[in-house]
């Protein structure tokens, strides 16, 4: 594909996103997008949302309304926007089918420029660990959508697991660390060192994103700009950490000590078999254990860092992990955790 510059568009062209669609803006990772794209004053925002949705939609968001079951809603409330973010629920297949091709289709169709596919968590760039994890093919098929349309393209946010959610709640179906409980499964020692980012750091990411130029100016203008990534990840993280590394958090923030733990170690390929072995028997706890150890695997594919990180160029902050251990507790007392799968 030839190089785009903003030099060579026609008249009237604006080199910036101006105006923003969101699919769940108001669930887990929806919410935050939109309170940090509201943040910078920069954008419209429009919630696409099902008849009957109970979501809360902040205000200075537009609420439209749409029906996967009827395109021509979802063109019309996609008319005119430059940018589309998918976040969907797993329930999300009930409206008609595939909800997510649904989008796609009708962005095209709309003359979307940019889609944001539902992936959020490990490398959607290694189709080889997404397809033994099964999380993953629902990402391929979506970029290929994209790609095949000949449209929009597509930029995949490459956060990792999110700390919170994976840390808190059914933690030991996932990062290994179950905080009620007092114990903590180490994967083989436990020192695979790996990438992962909080809810605020991904709205903060989106944000910084949306916030860059649309095209570069012209050949010589190397700052980054929104379309450096188009057909590609934009890799961010939090915390390059490994389980050893939140174990630590995890004690700080509570207070206690090796001693008021049960820990154990286990070989990371023998849990994946036997959580995939799990999964096949009905157990859908042992999709997140197969998923989780997965990342986990001496191999360095959970560590995002070498391929370059973009929050320099996103202007993300540093984090304290114990800030937000205390956070994903807080979240989890208050309920927000709940639902999580």
Known sequence: MPAKFAKDQPAGFV???????????????GSYFTKHLLATGKHQITALARAGSTARIPDGVRRVVID????????????????LVITLGVTAGRDGGNAEAKLITAAANAGVPYVMP????????NEKMLTQVLVGLPFIAAKGLVE????????????????????????????GIDLAERTVTFFDDGAEKITTSTWEQCGRALAGLLSLKRLPDDENDKSPSVDNWANNAVYISSFRVNQKDMFESAKR??????????IEYVNSGKRFEDSVEAMKKGDMLGFSRQMYTRIFFPTGEGDHTKHGLANEALGLPEEDIDESTEEGLRLEKTGVLVYAM
């Open 118 to 125: 539902n992936a959020y968590g490990p490398d959607p760039l």
């Open 148 to 175: 095949k349309l000949g449209v929009s393209s597509w930029i995949a946010l490459a956060c990792g697991f999110w700390y919170e959610w994976s840390l808190v709640g059914m933690g030991q179906h996932r990062f």
């Open 68 to 83: 996967y079951n009827n395109e021509s809603t979802l063109v019309e409330a996609l008319k005119g926007q430059d940018f």
């Open 253 to 262: 923030v509570t207070g206690t000590a090796d001693a008021d733990w049960k």
């Open 15 to 29: 080199n910036r996103i101006e105006k923003v669609a969101i699919v769940g803006a108001g669930g887990s990772i």
